[in-house]
């Protein structure tokens, strides 16, 4: 069982940067890829990016490619995603998940644990 808890969330002005933490309980937090999604209201949950579990792999959905910077720290239970140069279209709720396999990881379905989101809203 994992649990995982967000923060870091708030409101910025077009072109700021914001850093979300995600901690999670447990000691197999190492075990797990671990990506983080976005959700806009009125819209499906998507994907932003995604760490491998010893951190030496990151990927990346296209718009925020040169962005923002996935990163994660085993010792601490914790990963980050350090966002820049943020946009208005960044506006959503962000969500930390953990996901056993490390496959498909972009697929919604295919993380075993969610965090309760946090709400990030960029301003003009």
């Known amino acids: 069982q994992v649990q995982l808890v967000e923060s870091g969330g708030g409101l910025v002005q077009a072109g700021g940067s914001l850093r979300l933490s995600c901690a999670a309980s447990?000691?197999?937090?190492?075990?797990?890829?671990m990506g983080w999604f976005r959700q806009a209201p009125g819209k499906e949950r998507e994907f932003v990016a995604a760490i491998s579990w010893s951190g030496s792999r990151t990927y990346y959905e296209d718009s925020v490619k040169g962005r923002f910077t996935i990163s994660r720290d085993n010792a601490k239970n914790t990963v980050y995603l350090q966002m820049n140069s943020l946009k208005l279209e960044d506006t959503a709720v962000y969500y930390c998940?953990?996901?056993?396999?490390?496959?498909?990881?972009?697929?919604?379905?295919?993380?075993?644990?969610w965090g309760q989101g946090t709400q990030v809203t960029v301003s003009s």
């Open positions: 447990g000691r197999t937090f190492s075990r797990y890829y």
């Open positions: 998940a953990a996901d056993y396999h490390g496959t498909n990881y972009r697929i919604v379905g295919n993380y075993d644990y």
